[in-house]
């Protein structure tokens, strides 16, 4: 029976058999490998397998001897936690939203091109995805910008006065992703792919209720 604390115990009971010494000896042998094979993933040990000769004919004294031989190591250390045992599914990594800026040195408003917001009106993106992607066509199409960061797109929502996605960064590579119409593979640098100038160019504005595709 288990003790209250760091240790505990086992009884073992055995089928009563008749025969020699030898036999009885056998016996015991194959038990022994047998309980090794069962308590194989569990620290425990076997002292030692009692002689023919040396098992008490009482039950109480056979308990009591084998309880004294059978030793478990702390079970604390077998314990699973519930929270292990129950929550089985690993939890998702979610990031917390980044703050984003406003770049004051980009020009939306730029002399001799279009001005990003009528752009914008021309196009008349209808989803978060589709205006993520005209204002990174706008920016490497239109500014010609080397570097296109999500604060760059964030400061082209500002100005169209649309409402900024939650998680920003999140939002352009979940149009990379699922659209394809960006390409976020470059670190801190968004670019237009062939795909997302074509859904500018000629799918934009939607018509008929054409999402773009």
Not at 36 to 54: D, G, H, M, Y
């Amino acid at each position: 029976m288990a003790k209250n604390g760091s240790r505990g115990r086992i009884r073992v009971f055995f089928a009563e058999d008749e025969g020699d010494d030898e036999t009885i000896q056998e016996g015991l042998q194959a038990i022994n490998v047998a309980a090794n094979k069962i308590f194989q993933s569990a620290p425990t040990r076997i002292v030692k397998v009692l002689p023919a000769s040396a098992i008490p004919i009482n039950e109480d004294e056979l308990f009591e001897e084998l309880d004294s031989e059978i030793d478990f190591e702390d079970e604390e250390e077998n314990t699973i936690s519930p929270s292990v045992a129950t929550n089985s599914k690993p939890k998702k990594n979610l990031s917390k939203p980044p703050i984003m800026s406003i770049v004051k040195d980009l020009n939306l408003r730029p002399e001799g091109k279009t001005w990003f917001r009528d752009f914008y009106t021309q196009k008349k993106p209808s989803t978060q995805e589709q205006a993520v992607t005209v204002a990174v066509y706008y920016l490497k199409r239109v500014l010609e910008l080397d570097k296109v960061t999500p604060e760059h797109v964030f400061t082209c929502f500002k100005d169209v006065e649309r409402k900024t996605p939650k998680h920003m960064p999140q939002t352009i590579r979940d149009t990379a992703k699922r659209r394809g119409w960006v390409d976020t593979s470059e670190r801190g640098n968004v670019k237009i792919t062939n795909h997302g100038e074509n859904l500018v160019e000629h799918d934009l504005p939607a018509s008929d209720g054409k999402q773009g595709s």
